[in-house]
Each structure stands twice: as structure tokens, then as C-alpha cells.
């Protein structure tokens, strides 16, 4: 049997569909039967009416919290993630880091949350600090204790929203992924997606804002440890265009920080790790025509980057619908809400999350 945390960093990358025998075979059997559930209770468990759980869309950081309170709080939940892979903005591959890594000193909920799960920290700075083993370290961790001894009990891969429905009492989910379409019906559900998501989900955008409002920005913050990258830049570095994508570098002393934006739904800079790492070496280490410029000890503030993927209201657009005060609905979302510039973007997640959810529940 496979060490248990291997088994939770495999389940988080793996990009299997946890439910079937044919998809038990994309992650190790023998992991997954880490409980006294039978196979045959572990593949028929699935109903699809769940009128005491709250369904939880969207894997990232702020919907893998939710689930981590609902959990605390001994409250059944189903985490839907539409991609691949949990995490959202917390990405990393090897020592590099893809996301959000260092955080500023307000980020208390965040901070009090790697006591809670075991996770080291370490000061960056006066004003910031970082995980102490990389941001895959606490990846891990909290998707293990979401997720408990059974993950595919709690938590599906690969299923988008497509559809969204209210059905007297109950809201109607439909869910397209690489098997079939799926429909379930619950009592609560979490939106824990970025609005630009709401526009391809048939029922949602006509509720809070219209398609044409969204405004998105796909955005990747790279952290390059490897020796042999930092060695190509002889000096701090400045910005470049390339294409529609805007890469910004610079150079601390063993390390190459980038922000790669790009118009979401015009480009074609892809959000895995593994093509990101691609796109770099051809797109940015290969380019004779990078200048260096800027200082040398600017330091990493992911307080002042947007999100992995941040979606914001248009201006001059119209008004956007109040957030629904419904117990039965909890949006977990920045750009419905008043931006507060004096804390990380991550934290405002979570303290949003922590303030509604007892609402809700």
C-alpha cells in the first residue's frame, strides 16, 4: 500500500475522474481503499439527489476551505472541480511555484490555517512569509484532510457546471465531464468559481450579471528556482510583449520571478504546469530580445498580483445584481465584493468564506 500523503499529491495531479472501475485505474486502487468501504460500496455511492449535503463548486483555494469548514463542522459535502487538478492558484512543480506562495502579514486566516493543518511557515520579510516545504506541501495536506480516508466520496474531477436550475426547494446541477452529463439536485450549494465560469453556465449569468460584463485576465505567477534558469538572466529584468501575452520578470538572488497575463478568452497560454514550464523555455528563454534592467532586490508580494485566474465587472457595463442573501446560496467570489487592497487576495477569500458559511449551514 502506497504512502498515504503520495497518494493525496498523486490524486491532486492525477486528473482522474474518481468513480468508475475503468477510472480507478488512472490513480492506485490500493490508495483509494484506504477505508473499510467495500469496491462495490465505493462505485455505487453517487446518488443523484443530495439534499443534505452542500455541493460545492469550483477546487480551488477558497472552495477546498469551504469544504474544510463544512468539515469541521461535521456538515456532509460534494467538491466539484472542473479541471484536472485541485488547487486553483496554488500550483507548483518541483521547486518552482506557479501561484500563490508568499503572502503579507494581514493574511492571519490563512496563517492560522497552516497551524491548524500542521504546515511550517517561514518569513520572507518584515511584511511577508511563505510556506516553509513550497505551496505542494499545503496543497497537500488540506486536500487530505477535505478529503478524508475515501476521497472519491467527496470530491469529483473533471465535471463542469454547464447548468444551473432551481427546482422548488431543491437547485438542480448539471455537470458535463468526460463520461456523460450529470444532474444533481441539492439543498446549498457553495459557488466557489470566477465569474468569467458563470457565463458559460447556462441559468447563472442571467441572475447576478450579464456575459457581456465580464471582464478576464488569465494570469500565472511563476517562481523559478532552477539554477540553470536563473543562470540565462545576467541582471534584473524588465517586461516584454509576446503575442497577446504580457510577461513581466524579475531577478532576486537565487530566483526568477515572472507574471505571465494574457486576455482569457483570447489566449492560448495554457494553465497546466507542465505546458507552462514549455511555454517558458520556448517563448521566454529563447528570446534573444529580453533586455535586463530592473533592480535586483525587488521582493515577491503576491499581495500585489491578481489571482491565477482573476475575472472582474466591466466598467461603464451597467449594474451588477447584489449578492443573493438566500440560505441556501453562498458565492465565494472577489470580484462580487468590495476589494480591500490591505490584504492578500487569498485572505479575502477565506475570511469571506469563514464570515458567510455559518449563514448558510
Not at 40 to 51: K, V
Not at 144 to 149: A, C, P, R, T, W
Not at 179 to 208: C, H, L, Q, R
Not at 301 to 306: A, L
Amino acid at each position: 500500500m502506497q504512502n498515504r500523503r503520495k497518494f493525496i499529491q498523486n490524486f491532486i495531479q492525477s486528473g482522474a475522474v474518481i468513480g468508475t472501475a475503468a477510472q480507478l485505474g488512472a490513480v492506485s486502487a490500493t490508495g483509494l481503499l484506504t477505508s473499510c468501504q467495500t469496491i462495490d460500496e465505493t462505485l455505487i455511492t453517487d446518488p443523484p439527489e443530495l439534499p443534505d449535503q452542500v455541493c460545492v463548486v469550483g477546487g480551488g483555494i477558497s472552495g477546498l476551505f469551504s469544504a474544510y469548514e463544512l468539515k469541521k463542522r461535521k456538515i456532509p459535502f460534494r467538491l466539484f472541480e472542473a479541471s484536472r487538478r485541485l488547487g486553483g492558484q496554488i500550483l507548483s512543480s518541483g521547486p518552482n511555484e506557479y501561484g500563490a506562495s508568499v503572502f503579507s502579514k494581514n493574511s492571519t486566516t490563512l496563517f492560522n490555517l497552516c497551524k491548524e493543518l500542521g504546515v511550517a511557515t517561514a518569513s520572507v520579510d518584515a511584511q511577508s512569509w511563505t510556506f516553509k516545504l513550497g505551496s505542494q506541501e499545503f496543497l497537500n495536506r488540506l486536500v487530505e484532510v477535505v478529503s478524508g480516508l475515501v476521497p472519491e466520496r467527496q470530491i469529483r474531477l473533471n465535471h463542469k457546471l454547464i447548468k444551473y436550475k432551481e427546482e422548488g426547494s431543491l437547485k438542480e446541477l448539471t455537470f458535463s465531464n468526460p463520461k456523460n452529463d450529470k444532474v444533481y439536485k441539492t439543498g446549498k450549494i457553495i459557488f466557489a468559481m470566477p465569474v468569467i465560469e458563470w457565463s458559460k453556465v447556462d441559468g447563472m449569468t442571467s441572475m447576478w450579471v450579464k456575459p457581456e460584463q465580464v471582464e478576464a485576465l488569465r494570469v500565472v505567477q511563476v517562481i523559478i528556482n532552477s539554477p540553470q534558469w536563473t543562470t540565462v538572466f545576467k541582471k534584473s529584468v524588465s517586461q516584454l510583449k509576446i503575442d497577446d501575452v504580457s510577461v513581466e520578470i524579475k531577478k532576486m538572488k537565487n530566483q526568477i520571478l515572472m507574471s505571465i497575463r494574457a486576455p482569457l478568452i483570447k489566449s492560448s497560454l495554457p494553465l497546466e504546469i507542465e505546458n507552462i514550464e514549455k511555454w517558458i523555455a520556448q517563448k521566454v528563454l529563447g528570446d534573444a530580445r529580453i533586455r535586463l534592467n530592473l533592480n535586483e532586490n525587488d521582493i515577491y508580494d503576491w499581495s500585489n498580483h491578481p489571482t491565477l485566474q482573476i475575472s472582474r465587472i466591466g466598467d461603464n457595463v451597467g449594474e451588477v445584481k447584489p449578492v443573493p442573501t438566500s440560505r441556501q446560496l453562498l458565492v465565494v467570489n472577489e470580484a462580487l465584493f468590495k476589494d480591500s487592497h490591505s490584504t492578500d487576495r487569498v485572505e479575502n477569500l477565506l475570511r469571506l468564506v469563514q464570515s458567510q458559511i455559518d449563514r448558510l449551514v
